[in-house]
């Protein structure tokens, strides 16, 4: 076998120990910075050693961490996923970078004399905070916290507020970095870029914390690492590193609070990339001299982009999502007891729903994807494949049939994005596509994602080490807007791989059937959103859809072996987000998905006709696959639930086991059909819907 390795990965065989690799030239440096006016040596790196075969830390228990930059952007965007889990139990913990006091002027509508006060606007936002998760504890807003400090790496100091309901808590945490500095007026982007700046902390009204500190790049990554050892997290929900490019004028950019070229706030980017600098370092500190890699799974949410995309949120989901933007909002009169105010009154009342910007009306993940890649193994036993820890790992069952799931096998190759592609070739082996953070640095260092894969020695075998298949993209920052790759075999044996371009449109590259891969190749057509779903038809024709912003678009082959073709005429309505495809009988194909902002399911053969299977209320993205009497669906409920519904109008809730996460993967197998998802403890779980019942 002839090795090939991706930027520095290698097969174990070859790995020299965790610090020569560490050390490799590929090292993800994370650099170091001092608020000086000669900057000191940058500390070199460390990085996830991507060689697979580290053991995996498990403790079969759950933590939510959420990092944000601003108070409230967990409310607008991470929602109503962190209620979800907080509902079922989930222990969170909140961190908020920012001080979130802008021009210190807590705005109150339809008044013009407010009066700067940073330090006032600050401890008001924090308040809001306490208002909004108090009631998502199902407390009255103004229930007291218990507030303390708590001593971060470096002996830097922060607040933290901690409130317990029965089995349910929540902590927030405000580092409370300032949001501008002198010549700075985006102070953390520039933390991010420069290494001669340090940043000061905002000591906020009220807070326990009397004096402030300065933070400098590598210190902020530090920070963020410590809280990650010391809380231990399953799951990290972060912002997005790599929002799209989105040119707007400047009086739009400026109304929308984007950052010239790209659609979020740059204060989003620069925490989101602070964000997946700790986690990279966290894996590498743990797994040092053979460590255990930490078992988490991560999530990074979209922001502004909700401005420019269709919302995704029906009303019920919707209402309930806006509903703790209200105390976070709060008002003037109330009389909650902080001296700096109560809330961020320029948010409360109406105010979340009438907002034209629309950024609570969807919740969009950046790395969408369709659930864990589930197959059969020779004994019979399910295996399911994820991201754990920036890493690919295999879980197999512990017998055929028993939905339950031993200890995750490290399969290395990280830092990688949630969710893998996969494509199984005619042979039966297996193979599994990741988008790589190739690098990962700020102070102009590289900054590169690249599509990876791992690939099946033999059916059921080892895997070979991992390959790189590079970029469609030229230049490292249109190189980052890559999505998550999908991939499929066509009935010729060829396998096809797809990704969303920086362009939001699709690029393609195809595998031969002697192991060969063809160039990147875009394949046109109109802008689209991330989370492609590709299938073949009962002719070995390859389908590609992916929801776009006036319907679903669609490229296909005139026959098995052609290219890929953007079929402008394609009569599909629009989806607010990804659509899931099923082999329907007589070899053809329908999709399924939610209209924007609908609860109703849409369901359409390729000719736009529809497949009278809509009965299926809920949110989200749904799993589609193909039976004799018709589609089998998964998906949720408004309420947040697993449902599965069967062809015959039977309808089944999954009311039992850990908090399910994002997507999940609806497998049809001997005994019947099988969901498998990753839970909110960083394992798999199994349900065996049965008609008419509750699972």
């Known amino acids: 076998m002839k090795d090939r390795t991706v930027s520095g990965l290698r097969p174990a065989a070859f790995r020299p120990g965790r610090r020569g690799v560490v050390a490799s030239a590929a090292a993800l440096a994370l650099a170091a910075v001092t608020g000086c006016s000669v900057p000191a ?3 070199g790196g460390p990085s996830a050693d991507p060689a697979p075969g580290m053991p ?10 959420q990092i944000a930059a601003h108070p409230d952007d967990d409310l607008y965007f991470m929602n109503p996923d962190s209620q979800r889990m907080v509902d079922a139990g989930v222990p969170l913990v909140s961190v908020y970078v920012t001080a979130g006091e802008h021009d210190g002027k807590n705005h109150i509508p339809g008044r013009k004399d407010t009066v700067a006060d940073k330090a006032a606007y600050s401890s008001a936002r924090h308040q809001g905070l306490r208002q909004a998760y108090a009631r998502m504890l199902g407390l009255d807003r103004f229930t007291a916290w218990r507030k303390g400090v708590i001593t971060l790496r470096g002996d830097r100091r922060a607040e933290i507020n901690t409130l317990t309901h029965g089995n349910r808590r929540v902590e927030l945490i405000f580092l409370n970095l300032a949001m501008h500095a002198p010549r700075r007026w985006t102070a953390l982007p520039s933390l991010w870029k420069d290494r001669a700046l340090g940043l000061r902390t905002v000591v906020a009204d009220d807070s326990p914390v009397r004096k402030a500190d300065t933070y400098d790049y590598d210190a902020l990554v530090d920070v963020l690492v410590g809280l990650m050892e010391q809380y231990r997290p399953t799951v990290i929900h972060t912002l997005d590193p790599d929002p799209d490019i989105q040119h707007s004028d400047e009086e739009t950019r400026r109304k929308d609070s984007e950052q010239r070229g790209y659609s979020d706030h740059a204060d989003h980017t620069a925490v989101a990339c602070f964000s997946w600098a700790a986690m990279v370092r966290w894996v590498a500190d743990a797994t040092e ?6 078992g988490f799974l991560a999530t990074s949410f979209r922001g502004y982009y909700n401005r420019h995309w269709p919302k995704n949120l029906p009303a019920q989901v919707l209402r309930e999502k806006a509903a703790h933007l209200v105390p976070y909002g709060g008002d003037p009169s109330w009389q909650c007891g902080n001296s700096g105010g109560c809330g961020d009154y320029s948010v409360g009342g109406t105010r979340p729903l009438t907002n034209k910007k629309g950024w609570v009306r969807a919740t969009h993940y950046r790395y969408p994807d369709a659930g864990p890649v589930v ?8 295996v399911a494949y994820g991201v754990l820890g920036l890493r690919a790992v295999r879980w197999h069952e512990t017998r055929a049939g028993s939905g339950q799931w031993g200890e995750p096998d490290d399969l290395g190759g990280g830092p990688l994005a ?3 592609g996969s494509a199984r070739l005619a042979d039966g082996r297996q193979l599994l596509f990741g988008l790589r953070f190739a690098a990962l640095g700020g102070h102009g260092h590289a900054n590169k994602r690249e599509i990876v894969l791992l690939e099946q ?5 080892p895997f070979r080490a991992w390959t790189g298949l590079g970029n469609p993209e030229r230049g490292d920052d249109r190189g980052r807007r890559l999505g998550v790759p999908v991939a499929v075999t ?18 393609g590259r195809v595998r031969e059937s002697d192991g060969t891969w063809g160039p990147w190749r875009d394949l046109g057509g109109a802008e689209v959103q991330d989370g492609l779903a590709a299938a073949v038809d009962g002719a070995g024709r390859v389908h590609l859809f992916a929801a776009g912003r006036e319907r679903v678009h669609h490229w296909t082959q005139d026959s098995p072996g052609a290219p890929l073709v953007f079929r402008p005429d394609a009569a599909l309505p629009l989806s607010g987000g990804p659509v899931a495809v099923a082999a329907a009988p007589g070899g053809g194909l329908e999709l399924y998905f939610r209209a924007p902002a609908k609860k109703e399911l849409t369901g359409v053969r390729l000719d736009g006709t529809a497949t009278g299977r809509t009965a ?19 998906g949720r409920d408004l309420r947040g639930q697993v449902v599965f519904r069967g062809p015959d109008g039977s309808v089944a809730t999954r009311t039992r086991g850990t908090v399910a996460l994002e997507s999940a993967t609806l497998r049809v197998g001997p005994g019947g059909p099988v969901a498998v998802g990753l839970g909110a403890d960083g394992y798999p779980w199994t349900w065996a819907p049965q008609a008419r019942t509750q699972g």
């Open 490 to 507: 066509g009935g010729d044996g060829r396998v096809h791989l797809f990704v969303r371009n920086a362009d939001k449109g699709v690029s």
């Open 457 to 461: 020695d033999a059916p059921g075998g």
């Open 418 to 420: 949630p969710g893998l």
């Open 56 to 65: 995996v830390a498990s403790s079969r228990r759950a933590q939510l961490m």
């Open 616 to 634: 299926f209320d809920g949110y989200g993205p749904v799993a589609a696959a193909g039976a004799p009497g018709g589609a089998l669906l998964l």
């Open 375 to 382: 197959a059969a193994g020779p004994d019979g036993r399910l």
């Open 41 to 43: 040596p940058r500390r």
């Open 289 to 294: 001299d053979g460590g255990a890699i930490p």
